[in-house]
């Protein structure tokens, strides 16, 4: 049987940095005043009128307008609706791209004063994490009397521009609901979701001007719809959609929701008074039919099946087979295919590729192929499967290919995670026992003093990298440099009188990057970027296969910095679920699976640097909040299995061997159990700016083991004074035991400059020497 149903494609938004980062180099070149204000207008017109181009000849049907961004959608959004904050002096009337960069990246200014320039720095707007993405936003920051004004009309400049161009676009908008949720308020007890009111004439203004600049459709962000609601939250919606639909007439809204099922949220989302919704069937697929149970008859449902958030090509066949009944069934509604979430997490064009293994990249869609998938599934549709014949059994190969391919599967890899054991995630004896060995191995005094592992990456470390990857440097000359450099550092640790050095990760790239090279079954793209914030790019790296270690990763340098001295060297690994959490990941396994198989990795690994005299490892997992699933009903799932993956990379070790840890972040507190049950013998934290206040988490719940709580603030570069770490660590010793405490900075040093690093441990290891004769 052969359906005829006709279903329009949407992309939901598109990556906006250009096939080669173009964005980026002209965002650059305009901060550096090397390109005006014009010349940064065309480049990005340019920009979005390739897009809108690419679209349109793979056929989409939906094209979004207002998906590019200068740097933010957020801060787009506060633009739009006037919500900028008094430091930044906004005097009303239209933003100026001065102001918006300055919420973006924050500024210095030289300000006249009594005859003297006096620097003032204006800070940037915050920036947290997109749900559960790489993706950072500039989180809106609104107050109690905040007002809110139209103050940027480039929602209905884009879409005129597209038009103009040819191009009928369905402009895209973050949801008044969602922006207010994800604000932040500097007062306490404000919950900015209040503003409601006082934000809707905004909303109702730019789609009343989208309306008469010829929009049939707009499609609005609600992605706050997958969270966990409160009944205030809730309600906030109803409000907001109803009024819209009543202030508004003669205009559709596409609700979009996506990274998540609307689960509990579902009943709210199907009564607002929208045009269509997008829901997220990747992630979600069981919703489907409640989704189309509940929704009215006129509504239009967008159908979320190509994955947004990751880059395996889609089993066409499958979602065709699933989709059809369904479709046939319903063939008086209207439907749109679609990616799961827009298209911005994911790459551009995967034929740029040209080194990537041919076997894997047939596995691999970017954000083109994922259109192609659309396309092709939206032609067996309309057209009967016949049509698309060959691309269904493209795709259905490759599927099968990857399925069984060796490069894929490793038997000695999956048998170990299946032999999993609990004495594998267990050191031998409590810490009170371990931590008795270790200070009799170790003999470290009171306020032990150590960095968090990396030393400025100075210009030259990064030239010689360069000339080894391009091969104009040969692998004994880099060698030597990396040992040279590390040489210095030890030297350099010694005179100064830290108690545990690092080796100082010269010859480390990026903590992820470094490991996935050394590790099997990771790749590598040469064109892959995602933006991590505005100009900021990242290269996610692709575990395509069965993780396994051919030989020890860090054991050569590690071994030679110990060589060169008598005081202890720590062990530097990035963790698991760090080494996870900071890739694109396979999607024919269970993450826990792909995480233990990284753990055991990691575990010889350990195992290989104590058989190398490595007496302290440290096991970094900046990453492990992140992985927080966005429904507070998973957390205890994940928490257990990153727990669990942790300790197996760091179980495999004597006793009188001391594991570290590190994270850098602020909150603590909803997850200082997991952080205990992690077992470190030593953690250390970023704390120093907000002075010692996230100890709190440690003292309420009573953490045991040792703790180096960050005196250092390593974002600044400037050099704290005795006084300020003496204080802080003396807030410190108000909350913890003394034996607890370890002196260091908050986190690696690779950013910061050599000036500034060395009087600032200089200035730490005095803070601490203050300490040790005061108790
Ligand atoms: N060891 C790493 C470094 O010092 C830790 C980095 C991190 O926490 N992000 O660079
Ligand atoms: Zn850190």
Known sequence: MSAKIQIPVSTLGTPRIGPRRELKFVLEEFWSGKLDLKGLQEKTAALRCANWARQNSLGVENIPSNDFSLYDHVLDTCAMVGAIPDIYDWQGGLIQPSTYFAMARGETQEDSCCGKSVRKGIPALEMTKWFDTNYHFMVPELSPDQHFALASTKAVDEFREAKCLGFKTRPVLLGPVSFLKLAKSKEADFNPVMLLDRLLPVYEEVLRQLRDSGAKWVQIDEPCLVLDLSETDRAAYRK????????????????????????????????????????????????????????????????????????????????????????????????????????????????????????????????????????????????????????????????????????????????????????????????????????????????????????????????????????????????????????????????????????????????????????????????GWVQSYGSRYVRPPVIFGDVSRPEPMTVKWSRYAQSLTDLPVKGMLTGPVTMLQW????????????????????????????????????????????????????????????????????????????????MCYSEFNDIIEAIGAMDADVISIETSRSKMELLEAFVNYAYPNDIGPGVYDIHSPRVPAIDEMVELLVAATRQLATSQIWVNPDCGLKTRQWEEVKPALANMVEAARMLRESV
Not at 307 to 327: E, F, K, M, S
Not at 344 to 367: G, M, N, R, T, Y
Not at 388 to 395: D, K, T, Y
Not at 638 to 644: G, I, Q, R
């Open 240 to 527: 907001a959609y109803h009024v819209l639909n009543e202030t508004v007439s003669n205009l559709n809204l596409m609700l979009t929701t996506y990274f998540g099922k609307l689960g509990d949220n579902l009943s709210t989302a199907l009564s607002l008074p929208v045009a269509g919704l997008h829901v997220d069937l990747v992630r979600a697929p069981e919703q489907l039919e409640d989704v189309i149970a509940g929704a009215s008859p006129e509504q239009v449902i967008s159908l979320g099946v190509i994955d947004g958030r990751n880059i395996w090509r889609a089993d066409l066949q499958a979602i065709y087979d699933w989709l059809l009944p369904i479709l046939a069934d319903h063939q008086d509604r209207q439907f749109e295919l679609a990616p799961s979430c827009s298209l911005l997490h994911v790459p551009i064009d995967l034929e740029l590729e040209k080194e990537l293994d041919p076997d894997l990249k047939s596995w691999l869609a970017f954000s083109v192929q994922k259109i192609a998938e659309l396309k092709i599934l939206a032609r067996a549709f309309a057209q009967g499967v016949s049509v698309v014949a060959g691309e269904f059994l493209a795709a259905s190969n490759a599927i099968a290919a990857r399925r069984t391919s060796e490069k894929v599967h490793n038997r000695l890899v999956t048998g170990r995670v299946l032999g999993i054991t609990p004495n594998m995630s267990q050191r031998r004896n409590p810490f009170p026992v371990r931590r008795d060995l270790q200070q009799k191995k170790l003999k470290l005094p009171a306020f032990p003093t150590t960095t968090i592992g990396s030393f400025p990456q100075t210009p030259e470390v990064r030239k010689s990298r360069a000339a080894f990857a391009n091969g104009s440097l040969t692998s004994d000359a880099y060698d030597a440099f990396v040992r040279s450099e590390t040489e210095a550092a030890i030297r350099w640790q010694e005179d100064l009188g830290i108690d545990v050095l690092v080796h100082g990760e010269f010859e480390r790239n990026d903590m992820v990057q470094y490991f996935g090279e050394k590790l099997a079954g990771y790749a590598f793209t040469k064109y």
């Open 583 to 662: 890739s694109f990941v396979r999607d024919d396994l269970p993450r826990r699976d792909v995480c233990a198989q990284i753990a055991f990795a990691l575990r010889d690994e350990v195992i290989d640097l104590e058989a190398a005299s490595i007496g302290l490892i440290q096991i970094d997992e900046p990453a492990i909040r992140e992985g927080l699933p966005l429904r507070r009903a998973e957390w205890k799932t994940y928490l257990d299995w990153a727990v669990e993956c942790f300790r197996i990379s760091a179980s495999g070790v004597r006793d009188d061997t001391q594991i570290h840890t590190h």
